[in-house]
C-alpha cells in the first residue's frame, strides 16, 4: 500500500514537471518555426527583405499589415468627369454609396439647413421600429388642424398605422405626421426627440428634429451629407421600400366611413432607369428638396438636395438629382477587393495540442470604387491565439480604406478548433512514453 502511494505521488511529480517542459517546449518550437519560416520565406523572394525595410520607414498601423489594391493616378478634384458645383442649382448637395454611406461627392454638403418634407423619412422609419403595422391611430384634433398637404383627417377619426404611412411617404400629409407622431411617441415633443435619438445613433451630429412634418421651426435642420445616411439606413428597412415604391394606395378608416386614395409624388421614379424613391419636400424657408436613390447593376447611391430653386422652378430638384446619379453612374463602378483564397500565416497557439490555428476571410467584399482610387486593406491580426480555440471565431479584422475613410470591414476567423492541453492529455502522453520505454 505505502508502495502503491509513493508511487502516486511520484506520477503527480513527473506529470506537473512535463507539463512544464511539455509548456516550455511547444513555446520554443513554436518560436524556432516562426524564424526558420520567415528565414526561408526571404530566401525564396528577396523582394520581402526590400518591403520589410520600406515598412520599418512607415508609420505604424495598428496591426502593421497593410496591402494597396490600386494605384492612384488623378484626383478626384482633377477627374475629367466631376461635377462643377456652379451647374447646380441646390445650396447643398450630396450623393453617397448606400452600402457604407461614403461621401463620394458633395456640395456645401455639412451646412445645417431646413429640410421640409424630407423630414418624413426619419419619422417613418421611427414609426417603423416602434410600432406595429396594425395599430390603430386616433386622430387628435392637433393633429387634424395641420396646414397643407393634408389627408383631412377627422378628430376621432381611427386609422391603421400602415395606411397613414403610405399617406406620409406618397402625398406627404402633415395632419398624417403628427398623427403618427403621437400614436407613437405619445406627445410631437417626445417623438421629435425619439428622431434625434436615432440620428445620434446613426452618427449625425448636425441634425435637429422639432417636427415630425418638416414644417419650418427653430431648430430644424440637418445637412445633406447627414439626410443621405439617414436614407441610406432607412432603405435598408424592407417595409420602408415597400412603401415608398408603392404607386398608389388605397384604404379606409376602422369604420369604414370614408375611402381614401393616394398616389406617389416621386416623380424621379418614372424618369430615371433603376430610382427606387424616396422622398420630396418644399417650405418657403428649404426651398424644394429631394432625397433620391438608384439602384442599379450592382450599384446603390443615394443623393440629397436641398434649397434646389423656390416656385416656380419645382423641376430644378430633378435636373440637380439626375446630375448627381449620372456622376455616381458613370464614374463608379462595383469591385471584388480581395478573393476567399487570401493566404494568411498561421497563428502561434499557446497551450494547445496543436501548434498553430489557420485563418481565413468570412466571405468576398464588393465596394464602390472610382478608376485611379487607391484602396488599402489594413489587417488587424493576433500574434498568438491561447487554447482553447474553436473554430469560426473572429479573432481579427480586414479594414479597407480610401484616404481615410473606412469603407468596409470583413471579419477574419479561424479555421480549425485546438483543444487545450490537460492533465489527461498530460497522462496519455507519459503512458505512451512509457510504453515506449518498456
Known amino acids: 500500500m505505502k508502495n502503491r502511494i509513493i508511487s502516486i505521488i511520484l506520477i503527480i511529480i513527473v506529470l506537473a514537471v512535463f507539463s512544464t517542459v511539455q509548456y516550455n517546449a511547444v513555446l520554443k518550437q513554436l518560436t524556432y518555426d516562426r524564424l526558420v519560416t520567415k528565414e526561408l520565406l526571404k530566401e525564396k523572394n528577396p523582394d520581402i527583405k526590400k518591403r520589410n525595410v520600406k515598412e520599418?520607414?512607415?508609420e505604424k498601423e495598428p496591426s502593421g499589415n497593410v496591402e494597396t489594391k490600386e494605384t492612384k493616378t488623378k484626383s478626384d478634384t482633377d477627374a475629367e468627369d466631376g461635377i462643377k458645383k456652379s451647374s447646380l442649382t441646390a445650396k447643398a448637395a450630396a450623393l453617397v454609396d448606400a452600402s457604407n454611406g461614403r461621401v463620394l461627392y458633395e456640395k456645401n454638403g455639412y451646412e445645417e439647413?431646413?429640410?421640409?418634407?424630407?423630414?418624413?423619412?426619419?419619422?417613418?422609419?421611427?414609426?417603423?421600429?416602434?410600432?406595429?403595422?396594425?395599430?390603430?391611430?386616433?386622430?387628435?384634433?392637433?393633429?387634424?388642424?395641420?396646414?397643407?398637404?393634408?389627408?383631412n383627417m377627422i378628430a376621432g377619426e381611427k386609422f391603421y398605422l400602415r395606411d397613414l404611412l403610405y399617406s406620409l411617404m406618397l402625398e406627404s400629409h402633415n395632419d398624417t405626421a403628427?398623427?403618427?407622431?403621437?400614436?407613437?411617441?405619445?406627445?410631437?415633443?417626445?417623438?421629435?426627440?425619439?428622431?434625434?435619438?436615432?440620428?445620434?445613433?446613426?452618427?449625425?451630429?448636425h441634425t435637429s428634429f422639432v417636427t415630425p412634418n418638416g414644417l419650418?421651426?427653430?431648430?430644424?435642420?440637418?445637412?445633406?451629407?447627414?439626410?443621405?445616411?439617414?436614407?441610406?439606413?432607412?432603405?435598408?428597412?424592407?417595409?420602408?421600400?415597400?412603401?415608398?415604391?408603392?404607386?398608389?394606395?388605397?384604404?379606409?378608416?376602422?369604420?369604414?366611413?370614408?375611402?381614401?386614395?393616394?398616389?406617389?409624388?416621386?416623380?424621379?421614379?418614372?424618369?430615371?432607369?433603376g430610382a427606387i424613391g424616396i422622398k420630396t419636400g418644399f417650405t418657403g424657408k428649404a426651398g424644394y428638396c429631394f432625397v433620391g436613390a438608384v439602384q442599379k447593376d450592382?450599384?446603390?447611391?443615394?443623393?440629397?438636395?436641398?434649397?434646389?430653386?423656390?416656385?416656380?422652378?419645382?423641376n430644378y430638384k430633378w435636373a440637380d438629382t439626375k446630375s448627381l446619379m449620372d456622376y455616381g453612374m458613370k464614374?463608379?463602378?462595383?469591385?471584388?477587393?480581395?478573393?476567399?483564397?487570401?493566404?494568411?500565416?498561421?497563428?502561434?497557439v499557446v497551450k494547445g495540442k496543436e501548434n498553430y490555428a489557420y485563418l481565413y476571410y468570412e466571405g468576398d467584399i464588393s465596394l464602390l470604387i472610382r478608376k485611379g482610387e487607391e484602396v488599402r486593406v489594413d489587417y488587424s491580426l493576433p500574434s498568438i491565439l491561447?487554447?482553447?480555440?474553436?473554430?469560426?471565431?473572429?479573432?481579427?479584422?480586414?479594414?479597407?480604406?480610401?484616404?481615410?475613410?473606412?469603407?468596409?470591414?470583413?471579419?477574419?476567423?479561424?479555421?480549425?478548433?485546438?483543444?487545450?492541453?490537460d492533465f489527461t492529455y498530460c497522462f496519455q502522453k507519459l503512458y505512451r512514453i512509457w510504453r515506449h520505454m518498456k
Open 298 to 314: 450592382g450599384k446603390t447611391f443615394i443623393s440629397t438636395v436641398l434649397g434646389s430653386g423656390w416656385p416656380p422652378h419645382k
Open 331 to 348: 464614374n463608379y463602378e462595383m469591385k471584388q477587393v480581395f478573393y476567399t483564397d487570401k493566404k494568411f500565416d498561421p497563428v502561434a
Open 178 to 205: 403628427v398623427a403618427i407622431a403621437e400614436h407613437v411617441g405619445g406627445s410631437v415633443t417626445c417623438f421629435a426627440m425619439m428622431m434625434n435619438a436615432k440620428a445620434k445613433e446613426l452618427g449625425c451630429e
Open 56 to 58: 520599418e520607414k512607415q
Open 216 to 273: 419650418d421651426a427653430d431648430g430644424h435642420y440637418t445637412t445633406a451629407v447627414e439626410l443621405s445616411r439617414i436614407a441610406s439606413y432607412a432603405i435598408k428597412n424592407k417595409e420602408f421600400l415597400n412603401i415608398i415604391n408603392t404607386p398608389s394606395w388605397q384604404f379606409t378608416d376602422i369604420t369604414k366611413g370614408r375611402t381614401f386614395a393616394v398616389n406617389n409624388k416621386d416623380r424621379f421614379l418614372s424618369i430615371y432607369d
Open 113 to 151: 439647413l431646413p429640410m421640409a418634407s424630407t423630414t418624413k423619412i426619419m419619422t417613418c422609419i421611427v414609426a417603423l421600429e416602434n410600432a406595429n403595422l396594425d395599430d390603430v391611430v386616433t386622430v387628435s384634433k392637433y393633429a387634424s388642424s395641420m396646414p397643407d398637404v393634408q389627408l
Open 386 to 421: 491561447k487554447a482553447p480555440v474553436v473554430s469560426d471565431t473572429q479573432v481579427g479584422t480586414a479594414k479597407y480604406y480610401i484616404g481615410d475613410a473606412i469603407i468596409g470591414v470583413v471579419p477574419i476567423l479561424t479555421k480549425n478548433s485546438v483543444e487545450k492541453i
